[in-house]
């Protein structure tokens, strides 16, 4: 594979990395939430890859390996079952609605270029242009889970963070330590596991309710 | 190096994890006393490194760990609460039906990742340890299975996520920075790595990266603005858990922002870390001190005085100076003593009095003397009297701040804590003093056993005597505020 097409199948992963975040924002069914994550798992997967062919580096294909299993596989299957626990969690009532969220989407991403300008400028290589692309799906991330009142969308938007750090992490670095990396996967996978319990025990104790209604804690 | 050094270097992760794996196959009764035995050796290990020669350093698997003066201070600290934690489990399991054995195995679990954590030489490795802890402690938080404890639960575990999460971030691009100052893979990310090359690090990177690690590791250690999840989940979660959370995890938290410090310090130049130090600290003294006034619920209390003194913490680690930072680091230990005799008391005044309302509490001096004594006494050390070590600590931060320049924000810091004084003094004696109700239809208290209170008085003991004489802590209190960047 040349140079050339190889960047440009980088780009085209870091768009489609970008565009399924902002999905994210617009669709309200969680089972369309949970594919839009999927083809998100596959474009960082795609990233990871493809840097680590450019750069010959078996242990970043080992990592790119492991994303994958990670993110098209364990988590959107463990989303999976919080949702057949939880039928209707269709988006009901969100703090914002799905136009002011496109476009707070975009003023995020403006941010996120503005923000990522030091770590733009000092990584040598071409990828690192891209990470803003990165920042700006860590702060939708952030978003989301600001103005979500479903459980299953906070998920989500914890999810979209992790994705955003690992696409900075790989395109500025190209991959944190390996063991640093397995750590926070390892991390990552009991946190949604924790969240998954949680989210049944809230359905148990609280009912189908919003986030909204967990006010039993106040000062 | 010694072999009793290196067994001190891993004992404190490996030994409360076995214990984990015995509580899975033991009945409970023995697994108590198995935890118990972990959380001392801990505690030993701890004194083994502070005993041996405080500027020496230890190191092992393969560099992953390594144990400073400031390490053994942490793990003095972490041991000391973990016995007080540990050894209140029965009184606590006492009354719970079930779930013993997950209980159990989950304090072990947290205890080996706290430790983990400050024995890790690598910031990569420290932040996967601390967010292990919030794992591990958010089915301790929700133990209970009520509605109040599983919201606070799922807030503990959403907000502490996210908020370490952008540490992460900060890590990320603190990595970059790093490499591209000529690290390499896992050794650019260690703390002994980073300190000697901090100067060649690029500015404008490391401040991006600075201002992601304070906000993120900021949300763990409870400071204002980022402290939403802690009154909940540390009201919420059993005592002896409040205990550790509020009394060492706050701290283990903060640990990474001392080392951090120094190498940002060195990068940046000391005014960029103070401001948003100062700001933390006094933002998180105004929300202790204004929520503590009209409190209800004693542990909340408690809870927001954990933030208060989490802010002083930040106050004087913002000084920087060494005097400052002594003082810190002998706060984070008194602070951690005092903070868990008075977590595992007020689970103990929930016993007995059923209600976690500061206005169904009365005369408790009159109908639990001993309990009263122990949980009065705690209240007291908290608000800094002598002789008790806060006594002392609050005294060195504030000469320190006076003698670097920054008498204002002592002054602002300390009309602050005046006020939590009041609100904590107010209510604790409301709970403690006054005849007892003459309505006696209520059941009669559960006669307390005796044998729970033996820990905590050794602890306030510990604490009085820390405030007088410090004795050969002094070189490794010193040694430790070194390491920390104090000059």
């Given amino acids: ?219 | 190096m010694t072999t009793p050094m290196m067994l001190a270097l891993y004992t404190p992760a490996a030994a409360p994890f076995l214990a984990a794996l015995l509580a899975l196959v033991l009945p409970s009764r023995i697994a108590v006393w198995t935890g118990l035995l972990a959380a001392v050796a801990v505690l030993a290990s701890g004194v083994t490194l502070t005993t041996t020669d405080a500027t020496l350093s230890v190191s092992g698997a393969l560099g992953l760990l390594r144990a400073d003066a400031l390490t053994a201070w942490m793990l003095l600290t972490i041991g000391a609460v973990a016995v007080i934690a540990c050894a209140a489990a029965p009184g606590y399991l006492r009354h719970e039906a079930a779930h013993h054995r997950r209980y159990l195995t989950l304090i072990q679990l947290f205890l080996a990742c706290m430790s983990l954590a400050v024995l890790a030489d690598n910031l990569g490795l420290f932040w996967v340890a601390l967010e292990a802890t919030t794992i591990v402690t958010a089915f301790l938080v929700g133990h209970r299975r009520t509605r109040e404890s599983v919201e606070a639960a799922w807030k503990y575990v959403v907000l502490c996520s996210v908020g370490i999460a952008i540490a992460l971030l900060g890590i990320v691009c603190l990595y970059a920075a790093s490499v591209a100052a000529g690290g390499h893979g896992v050794t650019a990310l260690s703390w002994t790595h980073l300190a000697s090359s901090a100067h060649s690090l690029d500015p404008a990177l490391t401040k991006l990266a600075t201002g992601l690690i304070l906000l993120g590791f900021g949300t763990k250690a409870g400071l204002a603005p980022m402290h939403a999840w802690l009154p909940d989940a540390h009201s919420q979660a059993p005592a002896p858990v409040s205990a550790l959370m509020s009394g060492v995890l706050l701290s283990v938290a903060f640990y990474a922002i001392l080392r951090y410090r120094a190498i940002a310090d060195a990068a940046l130049g000391p005014a960029y870390v103070r401001t948003l130090l100062l700001t933390a600290a006094l933002a998180s003294l105004v929300v202790a001190a204004m929520l503590l006034i009209a409190q209800r619920d004693y542990k909340r209390l408690l809870a927001y005085s954990s933030i208060e003194h989490m802010g002083l913490i930040a106050l004087g680690t913002a000084f920087g100076v060494r005097i400052a930072i002594a003082a810190v680091l002998l706060h984070i230990l008194g602070h951690g003593l005092v903070k868990s005799i008075a977590f595992c008391a007020s689970g103990q005044v929930l016993h007995v009095t059923g209600s976690p309302d500061i206005a169904a509490v009365r005369a408790l001096a009159a109908r639990q003397p001993g309990l009263a004594g122990a949980f009065g006494i705690s209240l007291v050390a908290l608000l800094g009297l002598p002789p008790f070590s806060l006594f002392a600590s609050e005294l060195g931060v504030a000469r320190a701040g006076f003698a670097s320049g920054h008498g204002w924000a002592v002054a602002v810091a300390f009309t602050l804590m005046l006020v939590a004084f009041v609100a904590i003094a107010r209510h604790g004696a409301r709970m403690l003093l006054g005849p007892p109700a003459a309505q006696s239809t209520a059941p009669p208290p559960s006669v307390h056993r005796g044998r729970g209170l033996v820990f905590l008085g050794i602890g306030l003991t510990t604490a009085a005597m820390l405030g007088l004489y410090l004795g050969p802590l002094t070189d490794v209190l010193d040694a430790a505020a070194v390491v920390a960047g104090g000059h």
């Avoid at chain 1, 959107?76 to 914002?96: G, I, S």
């Fill in chain 1, 1 to 219: 594979m040349s140079n050339e097409v190889s960047g440009q199948l980088l780009n085209l992963c870091c768009g489609l990395f970008l565009l399924s975040a902002v999905g994210v924002l617009w669709r309200r069914q969680v089972s369309s939430l949970i594919t839009l994550l999927v083809v998100q798992g596959l474009a960082l997967t795609g990233i990871a890859g493809l840097l680590a062919a450019q750069r010959h580096s078996p242990e970043v294909i080992g990592v790119a390996v492991g994303v994958g299993a990670l993110k098209v596989g364990v988590v959107p299957w463990m989303l999976r079952r919080v949702h057949n626990r939880v039928p209707d969690a269709r988006e009901t009532r969100p703090l914002a609605n799905v136009s002011a969220s496109l476009l707070a989407a975009a003023g995020l991403t403006l941010l996120a270029y503005a923000a990522a300008r030091p770590l733009v400028a000092l990584a040598p290589s071409a990828s690192a242009h891209a990470t803003p692309v990165g920042v700006a799906v860590v702060l939708i991330g952030f978003f989301l889970a600001a103005t979500r009142q479903r459980a299953i969308s906070q998920i989500i938007g914890v999810l979209l963070i992790d994705n955003g750090i690992a696409a900075v992490a790989f395109l500025a670095t190209g991959g944190v330590p390996l063991i640093v990396e397995l750590g926070a996967s390892a991390d990552l996978v009991l946190a949604v596991l924790v969240l998954q319990i949680l989210t049944s025990r809230l359905l148990a104790t609280f009912g189908p309710t919003d986030l909204d209604g967990l006010r039993e804690l106040h000062d």
